[in-house]
């Protein structure tokens, strides 16, 4: 129900923007998030947003980089100054309670490859 795509291989330095579209859901009072999961680590957080409020939050290592934001029933991450160490498969993930982290929808993955 989640799909991400816009990935690709990019220069470091380059721009790239992150889409993710949702089928039969509205987003009106939900969390949506995107993780990445660089090869061999864990996935980790990278940027949220709360549509009802549109208040974001963002992991230290993307903060001034990277922006996500919402239209309809799809949110983007746009990511600028890309960095080598960005490289990842990303993930978006939602969850209809905007008050907790606990995703129950994840889309497939988009990767995105930083070369330096």
């Known amino acids: 129900q989640l799909q991400a795509f816009g990935g690709g291989l990019v220069q470091a330095g380059d721009s790239l923007t992150l889409s993710c579209a949702a089928s039969?859901?509205?987003?009106?009072?939900?969390?949506l998030a995107w993780f990445r999961q660089a090869p061999g680590k864990e996935r980790e957080f990278v940027a949220h947003?709360?549509?009802?409020?549109?208040s974001t939050d963002y992991a230290d290592s993307v903060k001034g980089r990277f922006t996500i934001y919402r239209e309809r029933n799809t949110v983007y991450l746009s990511m600028n100054s890309l960095k080598p160490e960005d490289t990842a498969v990303y993930y978006c993930?939602?969850?209809?309670?905007?008050?907790?982290?606990?995703?129950?929808?994840w889309g497939q993955g988009t990767e995105v490859t930083v070369s330096s």
């Open positions: 993930a939602a969850t209809s309670n905007e008050y907790t982290s606990n995703y129950n929808y």
């Open positions: 039969g859901r509205t987003f009106r009072s939900y969390r």
């Open positions: 947003i709360i549509t009802r409020t549109a």
